[in-house]
């Protein structure tokens, strides 16, 4: 395996260069802004590509040396994408709802986590001795739990890494990340702040095929890690080839049309980033859009 690769024309179809209305930017994020069309700021990738690159170096890096990374993206769009993608790695995440102290205060984290670890087995067990009203109990602990813990439940300490999308929404994250010294690799669009990011990725954080392509290449990057750590342990990576092969498989492919020139008119402009902006419902699709 190898560092995951990616060009300039998948990051242009996956409309990450898109930010936000020129009214909503953070002056803060200037030096990553390439112009504006039709009142929506560009992002200038030719900064993307060299940044998103090094990220996914210290990802493998940061796999590669034993390390856990935390993949975060609460909002409903990066819900799925941002598990798969945990999961399809080995690593973990959170992707309901941020829990203040989930850094900083681990040992009471643990306590919740050890909580849905006793209902599991409990539950497994077929909760005999049990009335129904405790049962019933017993299964909203065990959903809530699992909603807001179960993605970090085998984490076993703090993380060696975040991965976030959309800083300005993973406030608390970025705040506890940085009160512990835990570096931070993010998604940062034009209406947040770089500040306190240690490794900046400048890019469209709302477009659901962005986060997904960023999610792809994050969770290759860390199954690299993962085999360049088996490798160095004397792990015989030939029979486990296959299955992370399968595993590493893109999520995004480079398009059919990937010669053919982009549309950047002020029609194909206003019209992505109507669609950056627009509500998303839970199949990731813009709500005016829904069947």
């Not at 990616?6 to 898109?18: D, I, S």
């Not at 560009?42 to 796999?63: G, S, Y």
């Not at 029979?239 to 595993?247: K, S």
């Not at 480079?254 to 839970?282: F, G, M, Q, R």
Request: aromatic share 4%; proline share 4%; glycine share 6%.
């Amino acid at each position: 395996m190898a560092l995951p690769e990616f060009n300039l024309r998948q990051l242009l179809e996956a409309g990450v260069h898109f930010g936000h209305q020129t009214q909503r930017w953070n002056p803060r994020m200037a030096e990553y802004i390439y112009g504006d069309r039709n009142g929506i700021h560009i992002l200038d990738l030719t900064q993307t590509v060299p940044m998103l690159d090094k990220a996914l170096q210290v990802i493998r890096d940061t796999v590669a040396k034993n390390g856990r990374i935390l993949f975060v993206g609460t909002k409903r769009q990066a819900q799925k994408p941002i598990a798969d993608a945990a999961e399809r790695c080995a690593q973990y995440y959170m992707n309901h709802r941020w829990l203040g102290g989930t850094l900083t205060n681990w040992q009471t984290v643990s306590q919740s986590i050890n909580r849905l670890k006793q209902i599991d087995e409990r539950m497994a067990e077929g909760a005999e001795g049990l009335t129904k009203r405790e049962r019933l109990s017993m299964e909203r602990d065990q959903a809530k739990l699992n909603a807001s813990l179960g993605g970090i439940r085998e984490m076993g300490g703090v993380p060696d890494l975040l991965f976030i999308i959309d800083v300005n929404k993973e406030d608390l994250a970025v705040l506890e990340a940085k009160k512990l010294g835990i570096p931070i690799v993010a998604v940062v669009d034009s209406n947040s702040s770089p500040d306190g990011i240690d490794y900046i990725i400048p890019g469209n954080d709302d477009a659901a095929r962005a986060i997904a392509l960023y999610c792809d290449l994050v969770s290759r990057a860390a199954l690299d890690g993962m085999s360049a750590q088996m490798d160095a342990a004397g792990v015989d990576m030939g029979a486990m080839e296959d299955v992370t092969e399968d595993l590493a498989e893109p999520i995004l492919e480079t398009p059919a049309n990937a010669d053919a020139p982009l549309d950047l008119s002020d029609e194909a402009v206003s019209n992505d980033a109507i669609a950056k902006d627009a509500p998303y419902d839970l199949d990731n699709k813009p709500a005016e859009q829904k069947a």
